[in-house]
């Protein structure tokens, strides 16, 4: 590899985080929660460095009272965590492979790997506690 090569690499590379691409890329990183299936979750949980899954279902209550709090943090924390919404009820394979017993369950997922889960509807600010030991 000459010399030209090796600038011409380094250049395109400069310009690609720059501009935010690559898969990690700031600007690839969705600012909304993504609802997930059993067929595309372990593709999306390994695609970003940090993410937060909510397990949940339609006819749960405290599921659906802290849905805005998760959609706020999707919004403020794009390109540092994604935020995954599993519907427990028409995705039952991964919640049992995950042994999900009580929803809402967040699970936090770093390098694909679960690391850490919140059981229950909590205040915002637990969320962002949990979250910060994993940036």
Same mark, same amino acid.
């Given at each position: ?10 250049? %395109? ?9 690559? #898969? ?12 997930? /299936?059993? =067929? ?6 390994? %695609?970003?460095? =940090? ?6 279902? #339609? ?6 009272? +802290?849905?805005?709090?998760? @959609?706020?943090?999707?919004? #403020? ?6 935020? $995954?919404? $599993? ?5 039952? %394979? /991964?919640?049992? %492979?995950?042994? *999900?017993?009580?929803?809402? /369950? =967040?699970? +936090? ?8 889960? *919140?059981?229950?509807?909590?205040? @915002?600010?637990?969320?962002?506690? @949990? ?5």
């Amino acid at each position: 590899m000459d010399e030209n090569e090796l600038e011409r690499i380094k250049m %395109r590379k400069m310009m690609e985080l720059l501009s935010g691409g690559g #898969e990690k890329g700031m600007s690839n990183w969705p600012s909304e929660p993504v609802e997930v /299936t059993d =067929l595309d979750f372990d593709e999306q949980v390994r %695609r970003y460095s =940090l993410v937060v899954v909510d397990f949940w279902a #339609e006819w749960c209550a405290p599921c659906r009272a +802290i849905a805005p709090i998760i @959609k706020q943090l999707a919004h #403020e924390y794009a390109g540092k965590a994604v935020f $995954l919404k $599993l519907n427990v009820d028409e995705n039952p %394979r /991964t919640a049992a %492979r995950f042994g *999900i017993m009580s929803i809402p /369950t =967040l699970m +936090i997922f770093k390098g694909g790997k679960p690391v850490d889960a *919140i059981i229950g509807a909590v205040p @915002k600010k637990v969320i962002e506690s @949990k979250l910060a030991q994993y940036m």
